[in-house]
Every structure is written in structure tokens, then in C-alpha cells.
């Protein structure tokens, strides 16, 4: 028998659903309207159709699976996660349903127009209770593609997250395809442009989609190369190419754009010519195995998280050209041990090198007039306001320094000293956050204010001396020193953020030379030691508000208060 349903109207087809959906035994078959897997989502308007290779059971169970499906009309797939288990058998032992693998799609002759098929290859596993039957993908891996002559268009998204297509064919009839999302992530291996089509090509038998009149490369795959004469390559042309190792872009090539090269996990090693001006947001993040990366001269702006998370990159130059430097363009870099800053850099957005825990050498120019690093002190500091906002794990913090900036030593991993000179007055927020191997810290009496986060998880952290001049600490500035044992808070401090001293599970004494006491906030001292002694000074008044019993209070971890 054929657990197979056709409708012969949509009216018919949402009658059915509406009444008796869901049949783990069903393929939905509308002859008028698109195959919908949620019910609640009208079809579209006539006329499309859908004509699937229907699949037979025996007493035994399946017999043939199908393997193909044809679009017969002008329309779409709508919500295609269904595609996996078009049809599919139930067994009544188990009561396990699994899908069958729908590993082609072909666009029948009367197809104009592609929309959204959107996780074809997705599946999902549904169980209930009522029901007492569940989908179990086993399969559903679109592999081939083929699209016919007939169709005009590629919408937006139409085969985004398509991970298992590897065979792509494009007939002559396709003069739009939406360059920004579709095949987005999809891992091809075999691309084919006809050789008729009057606006693509995939010339020299590239592996690749270009548009003909521009010379773009919209859509690269594993096996890939890029013809000479192509002037860009397209945002997200090469993304999620995972089988990719290596490229060459040839010269004439001025701009690699959004996220091209981003998620191709394998690439080891890319070349990058002169022409090329500009690098565009998130060109090559996640690129996990690139080791080295040569930025060419001619290169003027490297846009947001260009190469976020590429762990093994070691080194980096950024040539004299390059004149700002998006916001987490190198974040995650956890291999990155050298930078260099050319002259024409003068602006570096927010965490531009955050989470860089290996980075030990950073040199800027001589010749930069926007930022230093004097003295031959490994650190980026801004000349004008003396505020150094890049440091790493050997940086000597010059004596003309005045603050150090939010972030700056990041999660500088090797980090077990550092000297803060007395010409510093402020601490930024989560300027020291991560620095696990940090041992001791000194904050001299010039600094006046400790940003949030500032010493955030330095969970080596033993002794830290706070400086007379200090008079603010920022929310959990010391939260997760699990290592801390005591800690002098100064006579001029008038308020402990939230969360300061929360998780140090080690801290038994605090010493307040403050005789008002300081305000505190919620979880100031959540989760510290059991057992602890507050020490204040004689006649010192509103500790008492300190010893309360909630959870955030010494007294709820039985602390004991002592005058001196």
C-alpha cells in the first residue's frame, strides 16, 4: 500500500489538517498549493504544484524509498523542514517514524520562480504522548540541485543552512539571483553555470557562480578557484565552504565583502592581492585553521570582526594604509602572540583585540600620530590622552601614563605581575577581567576609581593593595578572585558596587578604614567564605547595614564585626 494523501484543492488539503493533523503515515501532497509542514500557514495562491516519487509498503515495510522531487509549476516550498520525511513508515513495535532521504530536488520546465526553501536538509525529532509516534531523522540530506531553464529567479534565503548540497546547476534562464543570502552556508562541492545564461557563468569551469557583467563571484564552493578578471567577491560567496583549504584571489580583486569567507573551517592559507582596498565585516571570521594572513598595502578599512575567532592566527601587520579598525576585528585570536600597528591607524573600535590571551609583542609605528607604544612598552596607548587601551602579557605600563582602558589586559593569560605606575588615576572596566595567572596587584594612591569587572575571575589573585585615592569600586570589580584571602578598603571609598567581592570563596577579612560606611549593593559579598571578620575602625557608624542576614550580607555567612 502507498501512505500517500493527494488533495485535490487547498481548501481540501487545510480542511484535512485541520481536523486531522498530524498523520505520522502521510505524505501532503496539494495539487494546488505548496507542501506546508505547519498548518496554521496558509498555501499560496494558485497555481503551484508539487509532484513527489511516491513510495510502496509491503506487510514488511518499505519497499522503495523516494529519492526525487520535482517542482511542477511556478511557486515555492513553504517552511520545507518537511522535506526530509515527505513520506515515511510507521513501525507499530517501536512507534518510531523515520524519514526518508530526499537527496534531489529538480525544477520541472514549468518552474519561473524559486522562494523560500528554508532547512530543507533540517529535521527534527517530535514526540507525544498523545500521538505516541515519533519523527526520527535519519536522513533528509538535499544533495543536488538542479535548476531548469525555465526559472527566472532565486529568492532571498532559498536554500540557507542547505548543508548537505553538494551538486548545483543553474540553466540559462536564471537572471536573478539574490546575491546577500541565498545558499548561505551550504557546502557545495560542484557548481555549473549553463553556458547559455546571458547573465551568470561559472567560466574556466571555476566551481562557482559569477555575474557575468560585473565580474563578481556571488557563490564559491569547496572545490573552487577564482578566475582571472573577477574585480569582487560578493558578501557570504565562499561562507560555510568547509572542505575549503586554501584560495588564491587573484590581482584585480578590489574588495572582499560581508562575511565572504566566514565558517571555512579548513582554510589554512589565503593570498591576497595588492588591489584589494577593503576587507568587510566578519570577511573571515571563524576561519579556525588559518595560521597567517598577509595584508596587503593597498588595504585602507578592515571592518567589524574580520577575523573573530580565527584561534590560529599567530601574527598580524596592519600596513600603513589601514586607517581604522572595527569593533572585535580580531576578538577571539587566543593564538595571536604578534601585532603590528602601521602609521595611518587612527581609530580602534571597542574589543578590537579582545580574549587575544597569547598576544606578548605589539609595536606601533613611529610614525603613527594617533597612538604609541613608547618606550618600547608592548602596548597600544592613545597619545593625546595618554590612556593606554591595548596591553598583553609582557607589557611594562610607561610612568606618563594616566588611565588604563576598558578591557585592556583582557584575558592576558600569562600574566603574573604587572607594576601600575603613579601617574595612573583610573582603571577601566574589565580592564584586567581574566588575567587568571595575575598573583599580586598594587593600585597606587593616584588612582581614584576602579571600573566594573576591573580584576573580574583573577582567580590567582592572593594580595591586592587598593590605594588611599581610591574612592569608588565598580560593579563585581573583584568578583571571582576565588584565591583572595584580605582586603584594606581605603578611608575615602563611599560606595562598593554590586557584586564587588561576590565568589571569593577564599576572602575571610576585610579591613574598612572608611569610619561612614561605604553604600553597597546587591550580592556585594554573595557566595564569600563562611566565618570571616569584618575589622572597622572605633567609633565607625552603618556597618550594621553590612552584617544583615540576607544573602548578599556578612552576617548571612556568620561573619563576625571587631572594632580597632
Not at 500500500?1 to 488539503?13: I, N, P, S
Not at 598595502?297 to 599567530?314: E, H, K, P, Y
Not at 565568589?503 to 553604600?519: E, G, H, V, W, Y
Not at 554573595?526 to 565607625?540: E, V
Request: with cysteine; aromatic share 10%; charged share 10%.
Amino acid at each position: 500500500m502507498k501512505y500517500v494523501k493527494e488533495f485535490a484543492t487547498a481548501a481540501d488539503y487545510t480542511a484535512y489538517v485541520a481536523t486531522d493533523y498530524p498523520k505520522p503515515n502521510v505524505s501532503y501532497v496539494v495539487a494546488d498549493g505548496a507542501m506546508h509542514y505547519n498548518p496554521d500557514v496558509p498555501p499560496p495562491p494558485p497555481p503551484f504544484f508539487v509532484k513527489l516519487t511516491v513510495q510502496d509498503y509491503d506487510n514488511d515495510g518499505l519497499v522503495g524509498e523516494p529519492t526525487e522531487v520535482e517542482l511542477q509549476g511556478s511557486g515555492e516550498l513553504t517552511q520545507c523542514m518537511i522535506l526530509p520525511y515527505l513520506s515515511y513508515v510507521e513501525d507499530q513495535e517501536t512507534e518510531e517514524v523515520t524519514g526518508t532521504c530526499i537527496s534531489s530536488i529538480v525544477c520541472g520546465d514549468l518552474c519561473t520562480s524559486i522562494g523560500d526553501l528554508y532547512n530543507a536538509w533540517e529535521g527534527s525529532c517530535i514526540e507525544s504522548e498523545e500521538d505516541s509516534f515519533k519523527i526520527d531523522y535519519t536522513c533528509g540530506l538535499l544533495q543536488t540541485l538542479v535548476i531548469s531553464n525555465s526559472v527566472a529567479s532565486i529568492s532571498g534565503s532559498a536554500f540557507s543552512e542547505c548543508y548537505g548540497i553538494r551538486t548545483l546547476y543553474i540553466g540559462s534562464g536564471v537572471t536573478n539571483i539574490n546575491q546577500v543570502f541565498t545558499m548561505e552556508y551550504c557546502g557545495l562541492s560542484d557548481v555549473e553555470v549553463d553556458a547559455a545564461n546571458p547573465v551568470y557563468d561559472s567560466r574556466n569551469n571555476c566551481n562557482a557562480v559569477i555575474e557575468t557583467a560585473t565580474n563578481t563571484l556571488i557563490k564559491g564552493s569547496d572545490a573552487a578557484f577564482i578566475p582571472n578578471g573577477i574585480t569582487s567577491i560578493s558578501d557570504y560567496a565562499f561562507n560555510g565552504c568547509t572542505g575549503l583549504t586554501s584560495i588564491n584571489i587573484p590581482s584585480g580583486v578590489t574588495s572582499i565583502s560581508y562575511g565572504a569567507f566566514g565558517d571555512c573551517y579548513s582554510l589554512t592559507s589565503i593570498t591576497i592581492p595588492d588591489s584589494v582596498t577593503s576587507i568587510g565585516y566578519a570577511a573571515f571570521e571563524n576561519c579556525q585553521c588559518l595560521t597567517s594572513i598577509n595584508i596587503p598595502s593597498g588595504v585602507t578599512s578592515i571592518g567589524g570582526n574580520a577575523f573573530t575567532s580565527c584561534f590560529s592566527l599567530t601574527s598580524i601587520t596592519i600596513p600603513n594604509g589601514v586607517t581604522s579598525i572595527g569593533e572585535n576585528t580580531f576578538l577571539g585570536c587566543s593564538g595571536l602572540t604578534t601585532c603590528t600597528l602601521g602609521s595611518g591607524v587612527t581609530s580602534i573600535i571597542t574589543n578590537a583585540f579582545l580574549y587575544c590571551s597569547s598576544l606578548s609583542s605589539i609595536t606601533v609605528d613611529a610614525a603613527n600620530a594617533t597612538y604609541d607604544s613608547r618606550n618600547n612598552c608592548n602596548a597600544i596607548i592613545q597619545t593625546s590622552t595618554n590612556t593606554l587601551i591595548k596591553g598583553c602579557n609582557t607589557t611594562v605600563i610607561p610612568n606618563t601614563v594616566t588611565s588604563i582602558g576598558n578591557s585592556a589586559f583582557n584575558c592576558c593569560y600569562s600574566l603574573t605581575s604587572i607594576t601600575i605606575p603613579d601617574s595612573v588615576t583610573s582603571i577601566g572596566g574589565s580592564a584586567f577581567y581574566g588575567c587568571r595567572s595575575l598573583s599580586t596587584i598594587t593600585i597606587p594612591d593616584s588612582v581614584t576609581s576602579i571600573g566594573e569587572r576591573a580584576f573580574y575571575n583573577c582567580t590567582a589573585m592572593t594580595t591586592c593593595y587598593i590605594g588611599s585615592g581610591v574612592t569608588s569600586i565598580g560593579n563585581s570589580a573583584f568578583e571571582f578572585c576565588s584565591s583572595l584571602t584580605s582586603i584594606t578598603i581605603p578611608n575615602g571609598v563611599t560606595s562598593i558596587g554590586g557584586g564587588v567581592f561576590s565568589r571569593c570563596s577564599s576572602l575571610s577579612a576585610i579591613t574598612s578604614l572608611a569610619t561612614t560606611a561605604p553604600t553597597i549593593y546587591d550580592y556585594t559579598f554573595y557566595d564569600i567564605k563562611t566565618g570571616g571578620t569584618l575589622t572597622i575602625q572605633s567609633g565607625s557608624s552603618g556597618y550594621n547595614t553590612w552584617m544583615g542576614t540576607g544573602t548578599y550580607y556578612l552576617g548571612y555567612y556568620n561573619w563576625t564585626k571587631v572594632e580597632q
